[in-house]
């Protein structure tokens, strides 16, 4: 080819080797990659090496895990990701996609929610717990089953927790047992253990296999050993109970717990079981989240006494010093979203009615936005937007920089779990009232009682993956083009206006 012929590149007056001409044109962007190109025919095939395209493409965090072996023209590729992204952004505003339920009757009703990529967790007042994974479209869900002691008759306890990551997933009892699955190694329990009382919280590590429970004035980790035998590997003695427990994710070594227990934040690790991060008497913490170097939290001061309002704190985990006290608002901060969201970012979500995105670099907040009629009850951000869900069983979609409210969707119960990631986003409304008049938990009248069950949605927008089955039928129009109504949804009748 020519390019194997090019030993020597005209720069201007002298001729440099191909490899240094090279280095000189990692330092250039697209555009100037693209008028370099126009140059000479030489400088062409050297504007379009793959070396350039490949490291242009890793930059901009596409196709990370491939080689530079695993495509022929980077510069293709590049333009192809760069394309989706741009549908796929057009669709999340456009609302553009299908829309699936994941129901299971039998369950009873819905107790809790929690999802990793796409696969989503759920326990009922049936004591079941259920997987779906939404990223086949095949939601013939398994259903975990517990490990039950000999002897056990009678109906099972309500499921109080569920978490999930890569590679476990865990469900807390109402009775204080914890069941351990694998999501490897089928439907039968790898471990479980047993609490005296009610378990208050459950964390699992992000990644790894680390769960944490607190019950009581007692949390206790649990981790397997080198030989995959599962045991208690930390047990802390605190002073108060446990609201709010999160493990820290990354931590090399043994795990590293954060757990907020009414007015005090406790970082928990073996070398030093009693560490107190924050602790300020009749100032309960009212949410919390754990990056992998900081925790967020925050705090209910009493604003008509002190004339000091509720404030998200930050803390550095490893100086567990307060690095910034952000927020002045009369409400108190009922959700807030660290781990998820964008670098030197984090939004909250308060009771009276307002998401706010902070910048962990300064103290006030960056946008405001008048959410949910009754508080907000879950919230995640990215680059350009934020999915929150309220009380009032409202979830809505805004753009972080225009300040505007692209879409939202209704449910009767409040939103308690919101997960999104580039192409998929997860909802679930969970009542607040697990057995509700007039509803006989005996009842095996699977439609009777369906607006207290409440509701698991999966949204998919990248439309390579969209199912023809997810779409709701008067929705599926052969035609290309149909102006639907505002959310184009294009109908089976060709109306021109709507």
């Known amino acids: 080819s020519f390019q194997n012929e090019i030993n020597e590149v005209p720069f201007f007056d002298i001729q440099l080797p191909y490899e240094l001409a090279l280095k000189i044109f990692q330092y250039l962007g697209k555009t100037e990659l693209g008028r370099c190109a126009q140059v000479s025919r030489t400088w062409k095939v050297l504007a379009e090496d793959e070396v350039l395209w490949y490291r242009l493409c890793q930059q901009e965090g596409y196709l990370l895990d491939t ?60 004591g079941e717990v259920r997987l779906w994974d939404t990223r086949t479209w095949d939601y013939t869900a398994p259903i ?32 204080g047992t914890v069941s351990v699955w694998s999501l490897m190694f089928g439907r039968e329990a790898i471990h479980r253990y047993q609490h005296n009382q009610r378990i208050q919280a459950l964390a699992l590590g992000s990644e790894g296999a680390t769960v944490a429970t607190a019950s009581g004035f007692e949390v206790k980790v649990e981790s397997p050993n080198d030989r995959g035998f599962w045991q208690t590997t930390q047990t802390f003695e605190i002073q108060k109970l ?68 509720n404030q998200i704190l930050l803390y550095n985990l490893e100086t567990s010093q307060c690095l910034k006290k952000m927020g002045n608002s009369m409400g108190d901060f009922t959700c807030v979203n ?13 009771k009276d009615r307002r998401v706010r995105v902070f910048d962990l670099r300064k103290s006030e907040s960056l946008c405001s936005f008048y959410a949910h009629q009754l508080g907000v009850s879950a919230v995640q951000m990215d680059d350009w937007k934020i999915v929150s869900g309220g ?89 290309d083009e149909v102006t639907g109504y505002n959310y184009n949804i294009g109908l089976a009748v060709p109306y021109d206006n709507i």
């Open 67 to 126: 080689s530079i072996s695993d495509h022929s023209c980077w510069k293709l590729a590049l333009k192809n990701c760069r394309a989706r992204e741009c549908t796929l952004k057009t669709n999340w505003k456009n609302r553009i996609g299908a829309v699936s339920q994941l129901q299971y009757e039998l369950g009873k009703i819905l107790c809790d929610v929690h999802s990793c990529d796409g696969v989503v967790i759920a326990g009922y007042t049936s």
């Open 144 to 175: 975990l089953e517990p490990m039950h002691s000999p002897g056990d008759a009678g109906p099972q306890p309500h499921v109080s927790f569920v978490r999930i990551n890569s590679s476990l997933a865990v469900a807390a009892y109402e009775d």
């Open 242 to 309: 446990v609201n709010f427990l999160n493990l820290v994710p990354d931590v090399t070594g043994s795990p590293v717990t954060v757990a907020a227990a009414e007015d005090i934040v406790y970082l928990l690790k073996a070398e030093d079981p009693g560490k107190v991060l924050h602790s300020v008497y009749g100032q309960p913490v009212t949410c919390l989240d754990v990056s992998a170097h900081e925790a967020a939290f925050g705090v209910k001061t009493f604003g008509w006494l002190l004339n000091e309002p």
């Open 338 to 350: 660290l781990q998820n969201s964008p670098p030197n970012m984090l939004v909250t979500g308060n």
């Open 391 to 479: 009380e009032e069983g409202l979830v809505c979609v805004w753009d972080q920089r225009m300040g505007t409210k692209l879409w939202e969707m209704h449910a009767r119960h409040p939103v308690r779990h919101v997960w999104f990631n580039s192409h998929s986003l997860i909802t679930a409304n969970i009542p607040d009232d697990k057995t509700p008049r007039g509803a006989s938990i005996t009842d095996d009248d699977l439609t009777a009682h369906r607006k207290h069950r409440g509701i698991i949605y999966a949204y998919e927008f990248s439309v390579d993956q969209l199912a023809v089955e997810s779409v709701l039928p008067i929705c599926r129009s052969s035609y």
